[in-house]
């Protein structure tokens, strides 16, 4: 489900896929706002131009990623597949998008859902819309339009931010995911006095993949990439450990960095280590609210290390999601080419039922990260209920 460049390339198939506060971090010294320590130092610019790992995302081809984002839901079906059903289990299907994204935001990032409870038809059969392999930025838009164009006579646009358009369960030919993303060079899709920068249009894989979906679709609009592998083992890069990976994994929370990225984790829940040195970093776990969340190790100019608490409560697959997960940030890897990758401490380890081999690659007390190459070390010194707590250095 990756939302690309608008006629750069074509739509690839998508696999798709609390209370306690933590100490504030520690280090060998003090560190004023605008020292090397400050969370600025430890912030990647982008280097693809498109979605990717980098601070400073394009707020024009992009939304903001906090506040409230006004989407309407329109439900379609087509002269070769009418819809046969109500709309209201396609409406329950994606309604707990919004209460999971307010909670993984901190609520800081709403959706406000609005339906359109009445079956749209489309000007053009299901099938001559070419969701397959190869799906042209131009066939996503003319998909939208007709979409919208349809729609008009029932709904103001001009009150909304972005639109989801659901298919009837009997379009078999519309059968995944991909985002639309404007570009902002083309007259693109107006309605009611308003641009349509902003859709998701959802596939017969949201049966699949649950709710979620929705959450990792809306996140390519803040500018977030796929972290599932377009090559290779779809899953080798984060496994279930984040959203934007595998959706239907039993951790998968916005991986910390991706928060600071968007801004639901605020600069002062940073630990930056941008150099040599060494600090003490009491983390709290991303799935709780509070406390510092990333310790972040520098090694280049679009690369860094990070470490984070984790804790999947509530969770039957908490077992093979819990300590301190360190991953590698480069900023200048494309989507779905690995901008994330996640560091296996256990990578010999035989996974529980449920899991999978990533799942288990978190970090206890007592064990180490360290890569020769740059000098990077994390170690893990403590762990439990609230927290971890470690020290990252650089030599």
């Not at 079906?77 to 046969?84: C, E, G, S």
């Not at 994606?94 to 009445?118: E, F, H, Q, T, V």
């Not at 930056?272 to 520098?298: F, M, Q, S, W, Y």
Request: with cysteine.
């Amino acid at each position: 489900m990756p939302a690309l460049p608008p006629r750069l390339r074509p739509l690839a198939v998508a696999f798709a896929l609390l209370p306690c506060i933590a100490a504030p971090a520690t280090a060998t010294a003090a560190a004023p706002t605008n020292s090397p320590h400050s969370s600025e130092s430890c912030a990647l610019p982008g280097q693809t131009g498109w979605t990717d790992e980098g601070h400073g995302t394009d707020r024009v081809q992009f939304q903001p990623a906090t506040g409230t984002h006004r989407v309407l839901t329109l439900f379609v079906d087509f002269p070769d597949a009418p819809a046969t059903d109500s709309t209201a289990a396609y409406a329950a299907q994606l309604a707990p998008a919004a209460d999971w994204m307010a909670k993984a935001s901190y609520g800081r990032s709403r959706l406000a859902i609005s339906s359109l409870n009445r079956w749209i038809r489309m000007p053009a059969d299901s099938a001559s819309y070419g969701f397959a392999r190869g799906l042209t930025f131009e066939a996503h838009e003319k998909y939208v339009r007709d979409a919208i164009v349809a729609a008009d006579p029932y709904a103001d646009f001009s009150r909304y931010d972005m639109v989801y358009v659901v298919p009837a369960k009997t379009a078999a030919a519309i059968s995944f995911s991909p985002t639309y993303l404007y570009d902002p060079t083309t007259p693109g899709v107006t309605a009611d006095g308003a641009r349509l920068k902003w859709a998701v249009t959802f596939g017969q894989d949201m049966w699949h993949w649950g709710p979620k979906v929705a959450d990792h679709e809306t996140s390519h609009t803040f500018g977030l990439p796929d972290l599932y592998s377009f090559t290779g083992a779809t899953h080798q890069y984060v496994g279930g450990w984040d959203v934007m990976g595998n959706i239907a994994g039993p951790a998968p929370q916005y991986l910390g960095w991706q928060s600071w990225k968007l801004g639901w984790t605020r600069d002062d829940q940073v630990a930056c280590l941008p150099a040599a040195g060494r600090r003490t970093v009491r983390l709290t776990p991303v799935e709780r609210p509070g406390g510092t969340k990333i310790a972040v190790l520098r090694t280049g100019g679009t690369t860094a290390y990070v470490a984070e608490s984790r804790r999947a409560e509530g969770n039957d697959s908490s077992a093979c999601s819990t300590g301190v997960l360190i991953y590698k940030v480069d900023s200048a890897a494309q989507t779905g080419d690995g901008p994330l990758r996640i560091m296996n401490a256990n990578p010999t380890a035989t996974p529980p039922a449920g899991c999978t081999q990533l799942d288990l690659a978190a970090y206890k007390p007592g064990q180490t990260f360290t890569d020769p190459d740059t000098g990077a070390r994390v170690d893990v010194l403590a762990g439990g209920g609230p927290g971890d707590t470690v020290r990252i250095s650089m030599r």
